[in-house]
T-cell receptor, first 114, second 112 residues
Framework: GAGVSQSPRYKVAKRGQDVALRCDPI?????LFWYQQALGQGPEFLTYFQNEAQLDKSGLPSDRFFAERPEGSVSTLKIQRTQQEDSAVYLC????????????FGPGTRLTVT | DQQVKQNSPSLSVQEGRISILNCDYTNSMFDYFLWYKKYPAEGPTFLISISSIKDKNEDGRFTVFLNKSAKHLSLHIVPSQPGDSAVYFCAASSNRDDKIIFGKGTRLHILP
């Protein structure tokens, strides 16, 4: 595809449910990032993959958050036992090389936990 | 502790005038700075960047200025157009790792 795509675009979950958010990066992009954006805040780093290797997961807020990219392309962010404070927009970004330069973002998944 | 600070949550500017968005940073290891623009229900899109070896970078109507001694950068948009109404994020990175740190954003309103 032409850009980064994310699905679903919107997700409503009851507290305690598990959710899975998908990211399809730009084809050929080596690096993939997940961010959490709370209302009125900037994107906050969650985790980073280079191909299938998860190189940095220092931003994951708790062990309820888990991300994978098994074949080095599509990535899934899983949140177990969702809590109200998990409500946010989850953004995925990809880049051809190192992520410290320009990153290309998807439209995000808005997660609402009720 | 916010490493990248955008102290103005919002800014209103008349169409045709100059918009100036400001950003301060605290981490002296940052050596690359970016501005992203975000429309509602879309992801951020890259606008312009600057390396710490420069003090100015220009791209059409957009110019970014970097003052390393003050740990301050600014984005100038001239002339401002209605389509510039969006949230602007300042971001920074260092060569110590492969991630970008974002500020909280400034919402720019261009007034007709």
């Amino acid at each position: 595809g032409a850009g980064v795509s994310q699905s679903p675009r919107y997700k409503v979950a009851k507290r305690g449910q598990d959710v899975a958010l998908r990211c399809d990066p730009i084809s050929g992009h080596v690096s993939l990032f997940w961010y959490q954006q709370a209302l009125g805040q900037g994107p906050e780093f969650l985790t980073y993959f280079q191909n299938e290797a998860q190189l940095d997961k220092s931003g994951l807020p708790s062990d309820r958050f888990f991300a994978e990219r098994p074949e080095g392309s599509v990535s899934t962010l899983k949140i177990q036992r969702t809590q109200q404070e998990d409500s946010a927009v989850y953004l995925c970004a990809s880049t051809q090389g190192t992520g410290r330069y320009e990153q290309y973002f998807g439209p995000g998944t808005r997660l609402t936990v009720t | 502790d916010q490493q990248v600070k955008q102290n103005s949550p919002s800014l209103s500017v008349q169409e045709g005038r100059i918009s100036i968005l400001n950003c301060d940073y605290t981490n002296s290891m940052f050596d690359y700075f970016l501005w992203y623009k975000k429309y509602p229900a879309e992801g951020p899109t890259f606008l312009i960047s600057i390396s710490s070896i420069k003090d100015k970078n220009e791209d059409g109507r957009f110019t970014v200025f970097l003052n390393k001694s003050a740990k301050h950068l600014s984005l100038h948009i001239v002339p401002s157009q209605p389509g510039d109404s969006a949230v602007y994020f300042c971001a920074a990175s260092s060569n110590r790792d492969d991630k970008i740190i974002f500020g909280k954003g400034t919402r720019l309103h261009i007034l007709p």
